[in-house]
């Protein structure tokens, strides 16, 4: 009689060697991708900040340093371009005037879809969402003709009201899920205390609101300050930066270029490093 040979079937473990192996090299290859991801973001924003500071000569020159020489002959270039000073005020006041309509309907909008229900509130938040459904250019036409038969057309104030259309869906958004994570029981307790409901709202719920509002503002800022079509197609003296410096593009000399797109980035990075506690606070971050 033959011995029966015995076959394990038992599921094999891996050895406690290597699981530790395995996590290693998964947290190189997501240590290796967010490297990726932020020379991704921050290189191109610092080579446009060395030809900035590099006088037009080592712009226009080659080979390239990869460090600023400090020279400021690109940026007065810039700044004394002829209609450059008159478009950056243009674009910030419509800027301003963008991220002050957009908290001023956002947060309304979103408190009210928060603690409120009423008929139509879903259809209310799909009608918010579809405003960013339709392209621009698609728009553009019936924005013209609406813009010229109602005197709008070539006025910073029309462009605002354009951008605040654009910039409303995240200021209602993000007001709605700041207000969705406050207890309502908070404002009970303040009425109970006396309180009105906007003494409540102004002592209870708008401290923890701040960041949401930051937030939005940020948000509303950055995308009227960078919005380019519209500002091209509704405006022809009062024309943004952005839409001045694509008007010029094909003709202008490169430190004009570098240090235009430099300009463009600088307000939203300075007014980002200004609300960035609340933006912190928002998404739950201690700021040290």
């Keep these: 009689m033959s011995d029966a040979t015995v076959v394990n079937t038992a599921?094999?473990?891996?050895?406690?060697?290597a699981v530790p192996d395995f996590r290693k090299r998964g947290r190189f290859w997501m240590r290796a991708a967010i490297v990726v991801l932020i020379l991704w973001v921050l290189l191109p924003i610092w080579l446009l900040i060395v030809n900035t500071l590099s006088s037009p000569e080592q712009v226009n020159g080659f080979p390239k340093s990869f460090f600023p020489s400090f020279d400021m002959g690109s940026l007065s270039f810039f700044l004394e371009f002829q209609g450059v000073v008159?478009?950056?005020?243009?674009?910030?006041?419509?800027?301003?005037?963008?991220?002050?309509?957009?908290?001023?309907?956002?947060?309304?909008?979103?408190?009210?879809?928060?603690?409120?229900?009423?008929?139509?509130?879903?259809?209310?938040?799909?009608?918010?969402?579809m405003t960013r459904a339709f392209p621009l250019p698609l728009l553009a036409l019936p924005l013209a003709i609406m813009f010229i038969r109602t005197g709008l057309d070539d006025s910073l104030f029309g462009l605002a009201l354009v951008h605040t259309t654009l910039a409303l869906p995240f200021a209602v958004l993000i007001t709605f899920s700041l207000f969705s994570g406050i207890p309502l029981e908070l404002e009970e307790a303040a009425w109970t205390l006396g309180c009105t409901r906007i003494g409540a709202f102004r002592k209870v719920v708008w401290p923890l609101i701040m960041p949401g509002i930051a937030a939005s503002a940020v948000f509303a800022f950055v995308i009227s300050w960078?919005?380019?079509?519209?500002?091209?197609?509704?405006?022809?003296?009062?024309?943004t930066l952005t839409a001045f410096?694509?008007?010029?593009?094909?003709?202008?000399?490169?430190?004009?270029?570098?240090?235009?797109?430099?300009?463009?980035?600088?307000?939203?990075?300075i007014f980002i490093f200004l609300v960035r506690k609340y933006l912190f606070a928002m998404w739950g971050i201690a700021n040290r």
């Design 11 to 17: 599921p094999t473990t891996p050895s406690p060697d």
């Design 86 to 129: 008159r478009a950056m005020m243009n674009s910030a006041i419509v800027a301003g005037l963008t991220m002050l309509m957009s908290i001023l309907l956002g947060a309304p909008a979103g408190y009210a879809l928060s603690r409120f229900d009423f008929r139509g509130k879903e259809s209310f938040r799909l009608l918010v969402m």
């Design 226 to 239: 960078n919005e380019v079509f519209a500002a091209s197609v509704l405006t022809i003296q009062n024309r």
């Design 245 to 269: 410096l694509l008007q010029s593009l094909d003709v202008s000399p490169m430190p004009l270029k570098f240090a235009g797109g430099f300009v463009l980035i600088l307000p939203a990075l």
